[in-house]
């Protein structure tokens, strides 16, 4: 009995040997299964836009006209997000849409929201991308088509009224009101005194109606902060008021979570160090215009081109990458969102077009 216990034991010792021998001679994948491999953390990648020519695309432009090479037609672009991200995914979309129009479309984003809306006034832009008042003051000085609305699946906070929408396909969206944690700042009664970080004197969500809001609610924005700052962008005001560089801002809702934005990737922890105490009520979302001497053929390739991107997995990525876009609605003359937003603000004693000089 020893005898054939000792040989198990040996035959079993044998295996064991054999086993590491044989794992150790294994290739370099064999080591996958374990925690730190890449592959198990990996994003999926976004499929590519199919951007098959239109069926009834238009004939090629002669030299010289509009929407031929050496006259591309000129997309304008707002500054609200990354300016690497807009510049990637704005030039993806007119790549697409050059495919699928057999026209050439160039990019164009401006430095300032205001530069946008004087591209388009000027000619020298074609087609715009802009946000919300951009829209209205454009359309007030210059005459500019509104022909798209975005969709956005529904971003909502915790304060937000309308959070049951959250995820919905919706027209509008909401700004919010962002604090840093160690500011002590929990309403507006306490921003006085403190510094205070907007987007642009032109950002709908990020200057415009938070200065309607303070007012309403006993701020004076121009004499009862210590000061303030526009920082260029949504992600730059949360980021200002996360490092401690402004103490309260606003930005759309919610920036702080948003994946275009993907603050956390850089700052992780700036859900926890930054909080939101107010909300804004409903804004129109932004959208695509054309201006009133553009062909209205192609006007009309460009919607077309641009929904049908909109419609593809791919197409719908790079849109998504750019401002958040998840679907666009066509603007017809039953569409009063704009005209609505518009009489509000104008009852609260502001003039778009007053204010692009």
Do not use: W
Request: glycine share 8%; aromatic share 8%.
């Amino acid at each position: 009995m020893q005898h054939k216990a000792r040989l198990s034991y040996l035959l079993l010792a044998a295996v064991m040997v054999l086993t590491v021998l044989l794992a150790a001679c294994q290739p370099a994948p064999a080591a996958a299964p374990t925690a730190a491999a890449p592959a198990a953390t990996a994003a999926p990648t976004a499929p590519a836009p199919i951007c098959n020519k239109l069926a009834d695309a238009p004939a090629a432009p002669a030299a010289g006209q509009l929407g031929s090479s050496d006259n591309p037609i000129t997309m304008a672009f707002v500054p609200s997000g990354e300016s690497g991200t807009i510049a990637t995914a704005s030039s993806a979309i007119a790549d697409c849409l050059n495919k699928m129009t057999g026209l050439s479309y160039t990019i164009q984003t401006g430095t300032s929201y205001a530069a946008a809306i004087e591209a388009m006034g000027a000619g020298k832009a074609q087609v715009g991308f802009l946000n919300t008042f951009s829209i209205l003051a454009a359309q007030a000085k210059y005459g500019i088509i509104p022909a798209l609305i975005n969709l956005r699946n529904y971003s909502t906070n915790d304060l937000d009224p309308d959070k049951a929408l959250g995820g919905q396909l919706e027209p509008f969206y909401k700004g919010q009101f962002i604090a840093n944690v160690n500011s002590g700042i929990s309403s507006y009664a306490d921003l006085k005194g403190k510094t205070f970080c907007y987007v642009d004197p032109l950002s709908t969500s990020g200057y415009i109606v938070p200065q309607i809001i303070l007012k309403a609610n006993g701020i004076n924005p121009d004499t009862d902060f210590k000061s303030t700052e526009n920082a260029g962008s949504h992600p730059n005001v949360a980021i200002a008021v996360y490092k401690g560089d402004c103490d309260a801002g606003v930005t759309y809702i919610n920036v702080l979570t948003d994946a275009s934005a993907n603050l956390a990737a850089t700052y992780p922890d700036i859900a926890s160090k930054v909080k939101v105490f107010a909300d804004t009520d409903r804004i129109p979302n932004d959208g695509v215009q054309y201006i009133k001497t553009l062909d209205p053929s192609l006007q009309a390739i460009t919607t077309e081109a641009l929904m049908a991107m909109a419609a593809d997995p791919g197409g719908k990525a790079v849109l998504g990458k750019l401002y958040s876009i998840n679907a666009f609605q066509k603007i017809d003359s039953s569409f009063t969102m704009y005209s609505d937003f518009a009489t509000v603000l104008q009852k609260a004693g502001v003039d778009p077009a007053s204010l692009v000089k």
